[in-house]
């Protein structure tokens, strides 16, 4: 009886791909902000003349 009420071990396995897909989506994101939409608003220069 208790086999049958201990969760499937292959549930942490889902919960971990979740997990590394969210990482990975928000790494994606951060580094096509950094290497496409920065270089079209490139920082303002400072004039010290």
């Known amino acids: ?9 292959h549930w ?7 997990g590394l897909t969210v990482v990975s989506g928000i790494g994606l994101f951060a580094g096509y902000l950094k290497n496409v939409v920065r270089p079209q ?8 003349d």
């Open 12 to 18: 942490w396995l889902g919960v971990g791909l979740t």
């Open 41 to 48: 608003y490139p920082p303002k220069q400072k004039d010290d």
């Open 1 to 9: 009886m208790l086999l049958a009420r201990m969760q499937p071990w």
